[in-house]
């Protein structure tokens, strides 16, 4: 069992500690913790499937391996989901997120000997103002190249499906097939290792061809 820990009087904004012994499964008794509604007043009955609403920043520590579960049981076809959301009013009153707002942040963080940095990052993105019926947005990944600290974009998932490789190379199984200029890199193959319906560059012929249905090696030129 998981013990809370806090002062008589509770606050919206106030710390609560959850202290617990190593190696041991835990659950949290939220029966001394107070709900606060929407509104900003006091839930006083509390009953397993109400909410329990965290604002501003939740913290876990560890010296040692963690992990973190998230279960839902139930006999339908849903499971537990996290959502990251952002809006440009306040909390009582949201207002519509505008087109270039982030959505929501995945960090990948690690200590560099000074203090804890992103190494990468998923953004969650806006593309549109928005509204009802219009919500368009972008998924955008970035990571750190070798012997530096800044965060680029690598791989952007565009608002309508486009993929746009950022940096680096379209690789398959290792393999280059698009370079970052966006020329293409046909794999090299001898004619008898390569599969009927390809195009590849032959070391056998020392040319680009295809290899049609029927093993006939074409040259492109």
Request: charged share 20%; with cysteine.
């Amino acid at each position: 069992m998981v013990t809370i820990k806090h002062s008589t009087t509770k606050t919206p904004g106030q710390k609560v500690f959850a202290v617990a012994d190593w190696n041991a499964n835990h659950s949290v008794d939220v029966s001394d913790i107070d709900f606060w509604s929407r509104t900003g007043t006091t839930l006083t009955t509390k009953t397993p499937g109400d909410e329990l609403e965290l604002q501003n920043n939740l913290k876990i520590w560890k010296n040692s391996y963690i992990e973190n579960y998230t279960t839902r049981h139930s006999n339908d076809t849903f499971s537990v989901g996290w959502n990251l959301r952002k809006s440009r009013g306040t909390h009582a009153i949201p207002l519509p997120v505008l087109n270039g707002d982030i959505l929501g942040t995945l960090y990948g963080q690690g200590y560099n000997s000074a203090n804890y940095r992103s190494g990468t990052r998923i953004i969650f993105k806006a593309t549109e103002n928005f509204a009802v019926g219009s919500c368009g947005a972008k998924i955008k990944f970035q990571t750190t190249p070798n012997g530096t600290y800044e965060e680029v974009d690598t791989l952007i998932l565009e608002e309508n499906g486009d993929l746009n490789i950022s940096r680096g190379d379209l690789l398959m199984n290792s393999v280059q097939i698009i370079d970052n200029n966006a020329f293409v890199r046909p794999v090299t193959s001898t004619d008898a290792g390569a599969p009927n319906n390809s195009i590849y560059y032959s070391s056998t012929a020392s040319k680009l061809v295809y290899k049609n249905a029927g093993g006939v090696v074409n040259n492109l030129y």
